[in-house]
DNA sequence: CTGACTGCGAATGTATACATATGCCCCAGA
DNA sequence: TCTGGGGCATATGTATACATTCGCAGTCAG
C-alpha cells in the first residue's frame, strides 16, 4: 500500500464524494455497491461503509427497498437551503446576546474581523484568506450560541458544499464587484458582533439572518447566466437543472 | 424469533435503539461490535449496518478513531432542542404564509382541529387519540412550508424522542392539568393556522415558535420534580443528569 | 390474447476468516 | 526508579463466500 496511510473506507469516501461534488454521478443515480466496488477496485464492505457515512452528510438518500440514491440539489432547494443556514445563524446569534457572550470569545472574533479588514484593504484581496477568515467568523459565531445541538445542525447544513458561508467566493470573474460584496458583508459582521455585545438579541438575530441573504443573491446571480458563469462552479456542479 | 421476517439489521437496530432509548446504555458509553454481537446472537455486519443508521438518526455519534459512542443528553440539549424545534416550525409557518398554502392543505389542515377540538371536548380525553392528531397537524405544518430542505430538517430533529411534538404528553399524572395544556396548544393551532391562510407570516412564525414553548416547559416540570414524576417517563430515561 | 407461475439473475444481506492498527503492560537496561 | 521497546490483547478494517430476496421475463394454460 505504499506511503498511503489511507484505510480503504476513507479512500472509498473521497472518490465517490468527488465524483458526486463534481457532477460526475448525477443526481437521482441509484449506486450499486458491486459496480461501484470494481471501478474503484475496492470490495465492497468498504464501499458500503462510504455509502453510508455519504448518507449522514446528506448527499445520499436511501432507497426504499434498500441501496442508496445521489440526492438532487434543484436551485430552489439551494435557496432554501443558505436561507435556513441563515435561520439558524440568527439563532445562533440571538442565543449569543441572550445568553452573553465570554470577553474571550468576544475578543476572538473582534480579532478575526480586524484581520478581516486588513485583507480588505489590500488592492487585490486575497480571497482565500478572506474565505478562511470569513468561515472563522461564523464557526465561532457557532461556538458563541453555547447551544450543542444548534452548533450541531449549523455543521451539518454547513456542510453541503453550496450551503457553506464561503461557498462561490472564488467563482467571481469580476473582483471589483465583489470586492464591494465583501465590503457589505463585513459591515453586516461588525453589526453582528456589535448587537451580540450588547445584548441586543433581536437586532443579532435578523441581521444574522438577512446576512445569509447575501449569500442567496449570489447563488441567484450566478445561475441567472446559464452557461457563461456557471461552467467551472465547482459547488453548483451537483446541481440538477 | 420464529416467523418474524425482519432481517437481522433490523432487529439489530429495533434492539440498540430500545436499548439506548430505556437508558439500558446510557449516554457516553462506547459500543463495541463483538460484545454486541454476542449480546444480540448476531454477526458483526448488520451490527455495524445499525450503528450506522443510529448514527445518522443522532442517537450515536462516531468516536475520533473509529467506533461508536451513546450520545449523551444533559437537560440544556433537551431544551435546545425543543427551542430549535420551534425555530424551525416557526420558520415553516413563515414559508407558509409567504408561498400561500393551497386550499386542499389549508381544508386538510383545518380538519386536523376540528377532530382535536371534537376530542378535547370529552370529559377523558382520549389522549392517544390526542396525540396522533397533534403529530398530524405539525406534519401538515412541514408540508405547508414547501421546503423540501426544512421538512427534511424537522424530521430530523422530531425523530429524537424528546423533542417530538406529543412527547411527555402520555407521562402526566393529573389528567386535568394536561387538559388545560392541551386546550391552551389547541388554541395556538389555531391562531397559527388562521395567521398562515391570512398571509400573516410574522405572526405565523411567532405563534409557532412560542408553540413549542409549551413543551419546553412540560419538560422542565417533569424533570424538577427528580424521583417522583421522572421514573416510568419512557422518553427521558436517556438523560444523563 | 391474457394471466399467472416459475425460474433465473442481479441486487443487497449475512457470516466469518483474516489483516491491521493501537494501546497497554511488562520487562529489561540505564 | 525511570524509560524505552517489544509483544500481546483487543479493537476495527477488509475481503469474500454464501444466503436471501425480489423483480422480470418467458412460457404455458385457460
Redesign the interface.
Known sequence: MAHESLTQTQKALLGLRQRILSGAITGGTRLYEVALAEELAISRTPI??AL??L??EGLLERGSGGGFIVRSFAL??VV??ID?RG??EG?AARYAAERGASPENLAKAQTILREIDRVLADQAVDIEAYSSLNTAFHDQLAAMAQ????QR?LAR?TALPFASPSAFLEDHDRIDALQRTLISAQAQHIAILEAIAGRESGRAEALAREHARAARRNVEFLLSHEGVLREGVASLALLTD
Not at 147 to 150: E, F, G, K, N, Y
Open positions: 458500503r461503509a453510508s457515512r448518507a449522514e430552489a432547494d432554501d437551503t435556513l435561520v439558524l439563532t447551544s450543542a445541538t444548534l445542525e447544513i
